[in-house]
């Protein structure tokens, strides 16, 4: 599999003329299919690939990892670009996605407008499904492990008023290899432990080259704050260190001061992947 980074909130030193934004897109090239998840929040994403030799056009099909702007948005310009491909996410009631703090409300979620204007290029999943052969969505994630803190800050409405985000919008893509699996967080707002768990509890004994996406360790990104103290953060490098993985790509939400403490206790089984690094996995 090649991994390219098409949007991430930092990039490549060298690669100033690729846009970044607080959002994530990541490519995938396997098993002769070309795979889209993510697609940030604007068209940054497409801008992006077409200098990095990604052919948003001849991608075959995409997967929205959770209803966050950050994720989702930038979908409307691939659907334009990309006139074949179904995007898969969860399905979910009519819901309104906020980010809350200190008085400061935002709206945070999917564009609206896109559910009905391609509705027909829509394909809503809510259980595990193989997309394609090999390629799975999991809906029914692990709740082993507490949530990430930094969900504090996220809240729904769906009508009954505002209530904290229990991430039932989220899903796992996983992709079976012959030689082991990549597995796709997205956010991992339900925590990473638990997206790693599920994978696991469905694929026995099989082993997992890559976990890929953001961990959500972050508090307030504006601020690059840390969604929990350096002890507990610790602590979940010290559980992913004992997991059955060989490396772990991450950015995003994960959060800078956050990932330089996951770093300190994975060593090189974790790597930064910015807006414009490639990987063969």
């Not at 991994?3 to 959002?23: F, V």
């Not at 990892?65 to 670009?81: A, K, M, V, W």
Request: proline share 2%.
């Amino acid at each position: 599999m090649i991994l390219t980074s098409l949007i991430d909130n930092k990039r490549l030193n060298h690669r100033s003329d690729l846009a970044i934004e607080r959002g994530l897109s990541i490519h995938a090239s396997t098993m002769g299919k070309s795979i889209l998840f993510d697609a940030g929040s604007s068209r940054a994403f497409c801008d992006n690939a077409a200098l990095l030799n990604v052919d948003i056009k001849e991608v075959d099909v995409a997967i929205i990892s959770h209803r966050h702007h950050d994720h989702c948005n930038g979908i409307t310009h691939f659907l334009e670009e990309n006139l074949k491909a179904q995007v898969y996410l969860r399905e979910c009631e009519d819901t309104h996605y906020f980010f809350k703090t200190w008085g400061f409300k935002s709206d945070v979620g999917l564009n609206k407008q896109l559910l009905s204007k391609a509705s027909n290029r829509l394909t809503f999943i809510n259980k595990m499904t193989e997309i394609l052969p090999n390629i799975f969505i999991i809906t029914d994630l692990s709740h082993q492990h507490a949530q990430p803190k930094g969900n504090q800050y996220l809240f729904t409405d769906a009508g009954d008023g505002c209530k904290p985000d229990t991430f039932d919008h989220e899903l796992l893509l996983v992709i079976k290899e012959e030689d082991g699996l990549i597995v796709f967080t997205g956010c991992a707002h339900n925590g990473v432990l638990n997206m790693i768990d599920t994978a696991l509890n469905h694929f026995p004994n099989t082993r997992i080259k890559a976990v890929v996406g953001g961990f959500h360790l972050v508090g307030l990104p504006l601020f690059n704050s840390m969604g929990a103290t350096k002890k507990q953060i610790e602590d979940v490098g010290t559980l992913m260190l004992d997991l059955p993985v060989d490396k772990f790509y991450t950015g995003h939400c994960t959060g800078m001061k956050a990932y330089n403490i996951l770093k300190g206790v994975l060593g090189e089984r974790l790597e930064y992947f910015p807006t414009g690094r490639s990987v063969n996995i």
